[in-house]
C-alpha cells in the first residue's frame, strides 16, 4: 500500500461491491484488521462504510455487522433497500450506495490527502477525475483476478493507485475463512461496469 507518511486518509468502501470482490476471491474479510492496515502510516481521519439495509424484516444478517462496524470506527452511511420484481418475475432486491459515497469524498476533498476507495464500478471514474483535480491522491481497491475482473478498466486507469484485493488478502483476511486459491490474472479484460447493486438477501451476509 503506498500511503505517505503523515498523509490524511478517509477509506470510501462500497460495502457489497467489496463483499462482492471478496467472495470471488474465496475469503472473508476481517474488518478490524482491515482498518488497522490503513491506520499504520497515514492519519487515518475516518472510514466510511457505505451499505443499503433491508428494514422490513425482522432479522437482517447484514444488521450484525452494521451494527459492529458502528461501534467499533467504522463511520456507517446508510438507507434502505429497494424491491422490484424483474421480467421473470423474480424478487430482486436493490440498494445504490453511490450518491452517498460521491457527495461524502467531495465533502471531504479540501481536508484530506489521500481517499482509499473499495469499489471497482466505472460509475467512479469522473469522481476520482474531480477530486484528483482538488489535489487529493485517489487509491482504488477492487480485484482483477477475479473472472470476470470486478475493476472497470477506466476507474483503473484514472486512478493514482489501483491495489488489488488479492494482494491485501494476507493483511485483512478474516481467520477461519475459506482458504480458496487465489486466481492468477493472465490478461488484460477491459470492463465497462461493476455494479453490484443488486443482491440477495439471504446470501448478502457479511462478516466482522
Partial sequence: MKINKGERVVLFIDG???YAAARSLGFDIDYKKLINAFSSDGHLVRAFYYTAVIEDQEYSPLRPL????????YTMV???????????????????????????????ADHIDHAIIFSGDGDFRRLVEAVQRKGVRVSV?????????????????????????????PKIERAGSSSAPIPEFTQDDD?????????????YQETA
Fill in 16 to 18: 457489497s461491491n467489496l
Fill in 66 to 73: 452494521v451494527d459492529w462496524l458502528d461501534y467499533n470506527g
Fill in 78 to 108: 446508510t438507507k434502505p433497500t429497494k424491491e422490484f420484481t424483474d421480467s421473470a418475475g423474480r424478487r430482486k432486491i436493490k440498494g445504490n450506495m453511490d450518491i452517498e459515497l460521491a457527495v461524502d469524498l467531495m465533502e471531504m
Fill in 141 to 169: 481497491i477492487s480485484t482483477m483476478r477475479s473472472n470476470p475482473p470486478m475493476i472497470a478498466d477506466e476507474l483503473r486507469r484514472q486512478t493514482d493507485n489501483f491495489i488489488d484485493l488479492a494482494d491485501l488478502r
Fill in 191 to 203: 470492463r465497462d461496469d461493476t455494479d453490484n447493486d443488486e443482491f440477495d438477501d439471504t446470501e
